[in-house]
């Protein structure tokens, strides 16, 4: 086998047996990728955008799922096919370009987490009156149990699950008891009277962008699902995930834009938090603080996982087993420095809107790297990665990189 590495550098960075079902591997991936893009983020963006923009933002909204099935189709066929993690695939491509590649996700993952233990402080504050930043501890303590358990992940496939189903009753209770313009909705989502850059740069940045695109990819390969025989679960994997993600983002969406249309102001330092109160009163802000736990935890273990993938450059089993000896304190690590900058720091909603955007800036970058890398047959071997795939990634690196620079543009 050392040999053949020496020969191929497509060899897979791990040699995993797998114990589960390659489709049950492409579930546990399936929801680890939405509900880690489904955080606090996720709602404080959904929310606050849609008290600016009312049902424009529908178009930012279907211009984003478009784009989650282009990235993480390819994303996740190219990091099975080879079998390899993305940096390590980066490094092929370019080398040194891995590094680079880990920096941009392990630095923006880090941001993010921060809003994740604030956020899943903040839900445990508005349920049981404690601290944001005492909750916050609690979360993190409650996710180092996750990880650190035998079978973590395992353990973590069934929490997130869990946890999905959850948001989902809750945010289809408030959609019941609210009056929703579907027409209006619908109209201006494929109609749209006002087209913002920012909104769309920041919303794909926070569903797709940075860690949350290699999430699913690397979930599979570490469970043992590698290789091209193995493409129709991750077309499974990936459309579903992407599916709940876009169920959850357009209950979220209607949710806020029936509270908006009926005279209500959103609270610009909890938006979302707003649209519970105004809908459901204090039993609807309850919901939300269970909502936004949820949603907290759940990206937290994403948000970890996937970051501390990244600084595994093993291409040996030797170096595999050192990775997976030092993973544990790699992980408390993680969760710890996120918790401290919340505790000492405080303030995620602000930094979880710019954290997308600036995932948004990153999507580009890393999409252009799988792309190269699809046509090289010493990362792919024989696969042929499909034409309207390769033609619709390059589309969205375009457009992303052109909203992009638009945004920044448009902040000075």
């Known amino acids: 086998m050392v040999n053949d590495r020496k020969k191929n550098n497509s060899a897979p960075d791990t040699i995993i047996k797998p114990s589960r079902s390659p489709r049950s591997t492409a579930m546990g991936a399936a929801f680890l990728m939405a509900m880690a893009a489904v955080g606090p983020g996720f709602l404080t963006q959904t929310a606050t955008f849609t008290g600016q923009m009312g049902a424009n933002f529908g178009f930012a909204i279907l211009i984003c799922i478009i784009f989650d099935i282009v990235v993480q189709m390819n994303v996740w066929r190219i ?87 959850v948001k989902v009753a809750i945010l289809v209770y408030i959609i019941f008891v609210m009056s ?20 769309i740069v920041t919303i794909v940045g926070g569903t797709v962008g940075g860690y949350i695109s290699f999430s699913g990819g690397h979930r599979l390969i570490e469970g043992g699902v590698r290789g091209e025989k193995n493409i129709k679960y991750v077309n499974e994997g990936a459309l579903t995930g992407i599916g709940i993600a876009s169920v959850i983002r357009v209950l979220l969406f209607l949710a806020g834009l029936s509270v908006v249309v009926a005279g209500y102001k959103l609270d610009p330092t909890n938006p979302a938090a707003s649209i519970f109160k105004y809908a459901a009163g204090n039993f609807g802000y309850k919901f939300f603080g269970i909502l936004l736990f949820a949603a907290g935890m759940t990206s937290i273990l994403g948000s970890t996982f996937t970051s501390t993938s990244f600084l595994d450059y093993a291409v040996k089993n030797k170096g595999v087993s050192s990775y997976e000896k030092y993973r544990k304190y790699l ?32 999507l580009p970058i890393s999409l252009t790297i799988l792309l190269l890398a699809s046509k090289r047959k010493k990362i792919i071997g024989s696969y042929n990665h499909p034409k309207w795939l390769t033609y619709s990634g390059w589309a969205v690196v375009l457009f992303m990189a052109f909203a992009s620079i638009k945004t920044i543009i448009g902040l000075f």
């Open 331 to 362: 992980v408390i690590g993680f969760i710890l420095i996120s918790t401290l900058i919340f505790y000492f720091v405080g303030n995620p909603a602000k930094v979880l809107v710019f954290v997308g955007a600036a995932n948004g800036f990153v």
């Open 79 to 165: 990091i099975v096919v080879s079998g390899r993690k993305a940096q390590s695939i980066a490094n092929d491509v370019f080398p040194g370009l891995g590094y680079v590649l880990s920096a941009l996700v392990a630095a923006g993952g880090l941001f993010f987490n921060i809003g994740n233990v604030g956020g899943a402080g903040l839900g445990l504050n508005v349920l049981f009156g404690i601290s944001p930043e005492n909750g916050a501890v609690i979360a993190a303590a409650l996710a180092l149990i996750i990880f650190v358990v035998k079978n973590a992940l395992v353990v973590m496939d069934r929490t997130v699950q869990i946890l999905a189903f």
């Open 180 to 199: 929703v313009p579907y027409g209006t909705a619908i109209q201006h989502t494929f109609v749209p009277t006002k087209i913002d850059f920012y909104s």
